[in-house]
């Protein structure tokens, strides 16, 4: 895959950064060099390895999976600069 100017400057808004002309051609090439990077990685054989939570041995610590405090809408609602049926409004970001 490879990433062209009109990507990032479209990657750039989406992310709502301002990004000048003159960075535009250094973010392609770095982003095609992470492109680049994961594509190599895809590469690696890793049959037989197991998935790992730690670079150290170690169990994961469990906690009881239980309800504690329920019922907390309207408080945590009562924060919130707008709501709307026990949700959060939110202006829209994404396109």
Do not use: Y
């Amino acid at each position: 895959m490879s990433v062209d100017q009109a990507t990032v400057r479209r990657i750039a808004h989406l992310a709502r950064i301002k990004v000048t002309d003159e960075e535009v051609p250094h973010l392609a090439q770095e982003l095609n060099a992470i492109l680049a990077f994961v594509e190599e990685l895809s590469a690696v054989d890793v049959e037989g390895v197991e998935p790992m939570t730690s670079v150290t041995p170690m169990q994961m610590k469990m906690r009881a999976d239980v309800v504690t405090e329920g019922d907390q809408a309207e408080p945590i609602l009562s924060n919130a600069p707008a709501s709307e049926d026990h949700f959060f409004v939110v202006p829209k970001v994404v396109e």
